[in-house]
């Protein structure tokens, strides 16, 4: 299959299962369903939610089940992203191509909305009939610890307090693993669970998993230097005007392509341990890295 | 057994608890646990955790199974308090008779810091092994409805945009059963899943609970008009300040007492229907409206 028609194809699923799990509403706070789905809908690559979709599509998992924890995890993409852009984070004023949700809505209903996308993700995974308890029980202990204080939060902290540091490069590979790693390697998670993964099969994918979530932060890194903000949707190098150390300001942008593609690479060979049909995945991990250069 | 020194026995259990769930740690993000333990440990009535405690034992449920997560509940209300306080939202600076977190650390960290304890309650339930999974299934349902957009922030919502509005008595009782009572009745519930209520007494019990957390708040409202900073530990009367509208500013305190009494009252003719020994549940409910005139 077309890649680029298989990406559409998932990006058009996603949008639909999105909207029905916050739908608009006719209720006095109507405004929070509002302002969510300013953020959430229409925008945005949704490479977590595809990324469980193919995984457990390989396994041979049932897509009907893979639907709702391929949200769950978008919405707490979108939450990070909503209290990540607020004016006493990275205040950043825009946010895919369009204001961020704190400029085109008050500032407490940004906080709210954040706070709302990452109590409904559990709300939906909770709720979800096509999973049993004991699948339910495992993929909101995957999500509680890669979204939290371990987790993106760990990054968060750890990116907040670095801001004007020199920092290292390990500090840098923390800070990268725990606030996208983390998520990336949940998706894949997400995915084997749905689709029944061996432990052996899962503990591959979840390898798989680090590598390419590393690659694509190191790829954001470079692209934040050399997109235009028509492109990219936010403001040219934020990263610099915050005066953040990102893999480019340590070592240059060619060294971090390279590193980039070497982390690609990796992933790409243990994937080819799995006895499965691994193209697709392959071919996804490879345009996360790969065409952005 | 004497109230006050069941309180102070339940307060201890669950500050050890607390103090376990969120330790120190030595970690280069430590001042995330920093700050989370400034805001979760050593003050707060506890009104939530004690009334699961009080519900699971009154039902002769374990209470080792309880105490985990009565502080579930314990870090929703403080999360909701951290974000509450914040310059964008209610822009209190002190809280339990210190400043509150965003005055305490910088402002982002307490964004994170709320973040954390809302993501980190779901990950103790998860984890948490003297639950099966269906009860915990059943206790996140209950966490994420209650503290979510129909529930708990659905309130915070309706109460940022009644600021210098008026609003009639229905959409104050609104806001108050959504930001308060909500999180109250889920102690409640809380406490029958753990205790193994029968549906019809669960029933009954959420009825009590929605009756003594409006009850509450009413008295809240109350206090806010009355009470001494250094009794309360906040603001006085920072509604008022806020131009928000309470039972107060709409009845006046006389009659915010009697409905607050009368509605203790229906909860406790409530309690009176279970074939169980209600006299402690009822004392904690008088406690909670009597004392605080």
Request: net charge negative.
């Given at each position: 299959?077309?890649?680029?028609?298989?990406?559409i194809s998932k990006n058009v699923l996603i949008e639909k299962r999105l909207n029905e799990l916050v739908p608009e509403r006719d209720v006095p706070y109507r405004s929070l369903f509002t302002a969510a789905r300013y953020s959430l809908l229409g925008g945005g690559k949704r490479l977590r939610p595809i990324l469980t979709l193919a995984t457990a599509e390989m396994l041979g998992g049932n897509h009907d089940s893979a639907i709702t924890p391929a949200c769950a995890l978008e919405m707490i993409h979108t939450y990070s992203l909503i209290h990540d852009d607020l004016p006493c984070m990275?205040?950043?004023?825009?946010?895919?191509?369009?204001?961020?949700?704190?400029?085109?809505?008050?500032?407490?209903?940004?906080?709210?909305?954040?706070?709302?996308l990452l109590t409904h993700a559990f709300d939906v995974l909770v709720n979800d009939?096509?999973?049993?308890?004991?699948?339910?029980?495992?993929?909101?202990?995957i999500l509680s610890r890669s979204s939290g204080g371990d987790g993106m939060i760990a990054g968060q902290v750890m990116d907040l307090e670095s801001e004007g540091q020199l920092i290292d490069l390990s500090t840098l590979r923390f800070i990268h693993n725990s606030k996208?790693?983390?998520?990336?390697?949940?998706?894949?998670?997400?995915?084997?669970?749905?689709?029944?993964?061996?432990?052996?099969?899962?503990?591959?994918?979840?390898?798989?998993?680090?590598?390419?979530?590393?690659?694509?932060?190191?790829?954001d890194d470079v692209l934040d230097v050399t997109a235009s903000k028509q492109k990219h949707g936010k403001d040219i190098a934020s990263d610099v005007t915050?005066?953040?150390?990102?893999?480019?300001?340590?070592?240059g942008v060619e060294k971090s392509q390279e590193m980039a593609y070497n982390l690609l690479q990796e992933g790409v060979q243990q994937l080819k341990q799995l006895p499965l049909d691994v193209s697709l995945l392959t071919r996804l991990a490879e345009s996360l890295v790969i065409p952005r250069i």
């Open positions: 299959m077309d890649l680029a028609q298989y990406i990275d205040d950043d004023d825009f946010r895919r191509g369009k204001p961020s949700l704190h400029r085109a809505f008050p500032e407490g209903h940004a906080v709210l909305t954040g706070d709302f009939c096509s999973l049993s308890s004991e699948k339910k029980v495992r993929l909101i202990s996208t790693g983390a998520m990336i390697t949940a998706a894949i998670e997400f995915g084997c669970i749905v689709g029944d993964a061996t432990e052996k099969h899962s503990s591959i994918l979840r390898d798989f998993g680090r590598n390419i979530g590393l690659a694509f932060q190191i790829m915050n005066a953040k150390a990102t893999y480019v300001t340590l070592m």
